[in-house]
Antibody, heavy 120, light 109 residues
Framework: QVQLVQSGPEVTEPGASVRVSCWTSGYTFTTAGYGFSWVRQAPGQGLEWMGWTRVDNGNTIYAQKFQGRVTMTTDISTSTAYMELRRLRSDDTAVYYC???????????WGQGTMVTVSS | QSALTQPPSASGSPGQSVTISCTGTSSDIGAYNYVSWYQQHPGKAPKLIIS???KRPSGVPDRFSGSKSGNTASLTISGLQAEDEADYYCCSFAGSRNVFGGGTKLTVL
């Protein structure tokens, strides 16, 4: 079955960067039109959409809030999606999820989440 | 970039029906039939339960249904069961971006 497995928890300091990985299996990574959205959830809070990257053409769209600080990429050779967030602040502390995105605002398969803690 | 508006809580007894609303604007829910709903149990990843306003993915019970009128989308859960107790989030396409609702905590009494 389709699976998205994310990298482990991260603890980092303000000002640093973090990269979260999302390994996929069980489907054709390069299916036309498919991509990955990244969604985060601060402790006790709701879901926040961060952006989207499409696998076949590399197009990306980032939420305005994260533009300039985030980069989302995919590696076809390893069927992996990545999200890098830079210049981290304490309010970036959250669980970060990758989700397969076939379009139409549908996030049909989710990773298990990666806890990122930003603390001095 | 305001989130969609959901009631913070909802409740119902087993067997009853409950409806959760999700209010947006003419730039998101009102403009596109791209509304999805997600169920999240504590400590777990969200799960897609409704896509494109009213489509149910394979494996989702037909007790879950979705609809839309104007700028408001709704999720209805009929025949409530104990395992339906969870947080529910709506999401809408808003023209090159997606926006989530603030979430509704459903309690099964």
């Amino acid at each position: 079955q389709v699976q998205l497995v994310q990298s482990g928890p991260e603890v980092t300091e303000p000002g640093a960067s973090v990269r979260v990985s999302c390994w996929t299996s069980g489907y054709t990574f390069t299916t036309a039109g498919y991509g990955f959205s990244w969604v985060r959830q601060a402790p006790g809070q709701g879901l926040e959409w961060m952006g989207w990257t499409r696998v076949d053409n590399g197009n990306t769209i980032y939420a305005q809030k994260f533009q300039g600080r985030v980069t989302m990429t995919t590696d076809i050779s390893t069927s992996t999606a990545y999200m890098e967030l830079r210049r981290l602040r304490s309010d970036d502390t959250a669980v970060y999820y990758c989700a397969r995105d076939p379009g139409a605002s549908v996030f049909d398969i989710w990773g298990q989440g990666t806890m990122v803690t930003v603390s001095s | 970039q305001s989130a969609l508006t959901q009631p913070p809580s909802a409740s119902g007894s087993p067997g009853q029906s409950v409806t959760i609303s999700c209010t947006g604007t003419s730039s998101d829910i009102g403009a596109y039939n791209y509304v999805s709903w997600y169920q999240q149990h504590p400590g777990k990843a969200p799960k897609l339960i409704i896509s494109e306003v009213s489509k149910r993915p394979s494996g989702v019970p037909d007790r879950f249904s979705g609809s839309k009128s104007g700028n408001t989308a709704s999720l209805t859960i009929s025949g409530l069961q104990a395992e339906d107790e969870a947080d529910y989030y709506c999401c809408s396409f808003a023209g090159s971006r997606n926006v989530f609702g603030g979430g509704t905590k459903l309690t099964v009494l």
